[in-house]
């Protein structure tokens, strides 16, 4: 007598034998309808802006003793910044309200100082180099340079104060800085070859690899017939460049600008390295020492001053810097938003 065969398996019956997490991947491999994909993705967007608002409002409850105590008079000058630090940070638990004066000047101009002058030398830099990489370059060196710049956009930041604080520092203080520079400024300052030159040299070498690789990035994207028609009506081709390539990618431009400068605003360790950390406001009036007066920025004071963290009075004030820096960040990009509006009917959009 044969024995018959078993009966095969169906689709129900694979299914069943499948573990838990290889369904649950089946499932997801499948393709979503609208509806769903537009319900995941509202529910992701909802989720990053709650994390952002409950940062937002972590930082502003921290920060909130500062105001209460100074209001917004603790970010224009007064008194030695350096004894009011010492002064939080030696303060008790149930510290008056002496302890919580403060004012930020030095640091909030040292800030703006830097982030400036960076982001004027760079945007020129960045945007000449992106148009020599795309337009004019040959093309091995074209496919040479790309990588190259976005691998010095993702060098760590400590790399480049590194350098600065073992190479740029001492060639500053032992062959630019005078013996007149350091007499005249002995009574406010010691000039020690760290201070806003080598900040803002380095953190323009940091931001413009970001400004170019966005820049490419939005030059590549400029139909070539553009470019094929301003030819073919004889248009020099650096003034078409000029006229017309640069000018549809204003907004791209305009976005890479934002972006480097919030980057500037945040840069903590490079700046604490070779800036010379000291709280003092370069003063333009000193001529060329202004160049190498030290200085520290409001991202800067933070990482010099975590370690007092427990103290209550100097933990709120680095909880106002901190949301400073971040109300920094909005009005950035609001302004690059606003920017950007009336550039968008060239066609090319960041």
């Known amino acids: 007598m044969t024995r018959s065969a078993p009966p095969l398996a169906g689709p129900a019956d694979t299914r069943r034998g499948r573990s838990i997490p290889a369904r649950a991947l089946e499932r997801l491999r499948r393709p979503w309808p609208d509806s769903r994909a537009g319900r995941t993705l509202g529910a ?178 400029v139909p070539s017939a553009w470019r094929e028609g301003a030819a073919a009506l004889g248009v020099n081709r650096l003034r078409a460049i000029r006229a017309l390539t640069l000018r549809a990618i204003r907004p791209a431009i305009v976005a890479a600008t934002v972006l480097a400068t919030a980057r500037a605003l945040g840069e903590a360790i490079m700046i604490s390295m070779v800036s010379g950390s000291v709280f003092f406001a370069p003063a333009p009036t000193d001529g060329v020492a202004f160049f190498y007066e030290p200085l520290r920025t409001l991202a800067s004071t933070i990482i010099d001053n975590h370690e007092g963290i427990g103290s209550p009075a ?21 302004a690059g938003y606003l920017i950007k509006l009336p550039l968008r009917r060239y066609g090319v959009r960041a």
Do not use: K
Not at 314 to 332: C, I, N, Q, T
């Open 44 to 221: 992701v967007s909802l989720l990053a802006c709650l994390c952002v608002a409950a940062m937002v409002t972590f930082v502003a409850v921290r920060a909130w003793p500062i105001f209460a105590h100074d209001g917004l008079g603790w970010l224009g000058p007064g008194g030695s910044l350096s004894t009011q630090i010492e002064t939080m940070l030696n303060a008790s638990t149930d510290a008056p309200a002496s302890a919580y004066r403060l004012h930020v000047w030095p640091i909030l101009y040292g800030t703006l100082l830097i982030t400036t002058l960076a982001v004027l030398l760079a945007v020129p830099l960045a945007v000449l180099s992106a148009v020599f990489i795309v337009e004019l370059a040959p093309g091995p060196l074209r496919r040479a340079m790309v990588p190259v710049v976005r691998l010095l956009a993702s060098v760590p930041s400590v790399i480049y104060g590194q350098i600065g604080i073992l190479v740029l520092v001492p060639f500053v203080g032992n062959h630019l800085i005078t013996t007149s520079q350091r007499v005249a400024l002995e009574s406010r300052v010691q000039l020690t070859g760290a201070g806003l030159g080598v900040a803002v040299v380095i953190l323009t070498v940091m931001i413009a690899p970001i400004m170019v690789a966005l820049v490419c990035e939005a030059l590549g994207a």
């Open 314 to 334: 100097l933990r709120s004030a680095l909880y106002a810097l901190a949301l400073l820096l971040l109300f920094s960040a909005f009005v950035l990009s609001v």
